[in-house]
C-alpha cells in the first residue's frame, strides 16, 4: 500500500539532547513537509521541502532542521536550541504535477522531553 | 496567506446533517478551499476541496459562496464516528509552496 509512515509514533528524550524524527513516502511524491502540533492547537508549518536537496522554513522553523536527500525521505531533526518540542509532529506530502491536490498525512510522532 | 474562521465547536445529531461553517474572506482567486478532519492523536484526513463550483464526494459535500468569501462543509448523515476536529484550509498556490495553514478548526461532537 501507498502512504506515508512516521517512526518512532511515541519517542522520548532528556533535555538538551538532539532527536531525528523520521519520514517516508513512497507515493512518489515531490514536495514534503514537517508540521507541529500542540494540545487543544491547529498544525503550524515548520519546514517543506518542494524538491530534493532544497527545503524552506515555515512558520516556526527555530530549533529544527531538515534534510532532504531522497524523494522518498524528509527527516526532522529536533535540536537542543528548541525551547519548547514537547508536541506531536506530523509529516505529510502532495505531488506538484497538476491541478490541486490532496496533501496526505502520517499517523504522527509524539514526543515527549523528560 | 489567507486566514480562516471557524466556529470553536458544534453538536450535531445522529444521522442528522451536519452543516460546518467557514469564512475566508481573504482568500486570493487562485487559491483552493479545503477540509480536513483530525480525529484525536491521529493524523488530518482529507475531506474535499474546491475551488469556484460546489463539490461532492462519498464522504460530503461542498458549499463555495459566489464571491469565495466562505463556504459549508455539509455531511449528510452524522454518524458517532463522525466526532472530530473539522479544519477549513485555504492552500497557497503550488508555485508558493502549496503549503496548508491550518486555524483551530471545528470540533465536531455526534450524539446520539
Known amino acids: 500500500d501507498g502512504g506515508i509512515t512516521q517512526s518512532p509514533k511515541y519517542l522520548f528524550r532528556k533535555e538538551g539532547q538532539n532527536v531525528t524524527l523520521s519520514c517516508e513516502q513512497n507515493?512518489?511524491?515531490?514536495?514534503m513537509y514537517w508540521y507541529r502540533q500542540d494540545p487543544g492547537q491547529g498544525l503550524r508549518l515548520i519546514y517543506y521541502s518542494q524538491i530534493v536537496n532544497d527545503f524552506q522554513k515555515g512558520d516556526i522553523a527555530e530549533g529544527y532542521s531538515v534534510s532532504r536527500e531522497k524523494k522518498e525521505s524528509f527527516p526532522l531533526t529536533v535540536t537542543s536550541a528548541q525551547k519548547n518540542p514537547t508536541a506531536f509532529y506530523l509529516c505529510a506530502s502532495i505531488t506538484t504535477s497538476g491541478g490541486a491536490n490532496e496533501q496526505f498525512f502520517g499517523p504522527g510522532t509524539r514526543l515527549t522531553v523528560l | 496567506d489567507a486566514k480562516t474562521t471557524q466556529p470553536p465547536s458544534m453538536d450535531c445529531a445522529e444521522g442528522r446533517a451536519a452543516n460546518l461553517p467557514c469564512n475566508h474572506s481573504?482568500?486570493?482567486?487562485?487559491?483552493?478551499v479545503y477540509w480536513y478532519r483530525q480525529i484525536h492523536s491521529q493524523g488530518p484526513q482529507y475531506i474535499i476541496h474546491?475551488?469556484?463550483n460546489n463539490e461532492t464526494n462519498e464522504m460530503a459535500s461542498l458549499i463555495i459562496t459566489e464571491d469565495r468569501k466562505s463556504s459549508t462543509l455539509i455531511l449528510p448523515h452524522a454518524t458517532l464516528r463522525d466526532t472530530a476536529v473539522y479544519y477549513c484550509i485555504v492552500r497557497a498556490p503550488l508555485y508558493q509552496g502549496g503549503k496548508l495553514i491550518f486555524g483551530q478548526g471545528t470540533e465536531l461532537s455526534v450524539k446520539p
Open positions: 481573504t482568500i486570493s482567486g487562485n487559491e483552493y
Open positions: 474546491g475551488l469556484k
Open positions: 507515493l512518489n511524491h515531490d514536495a
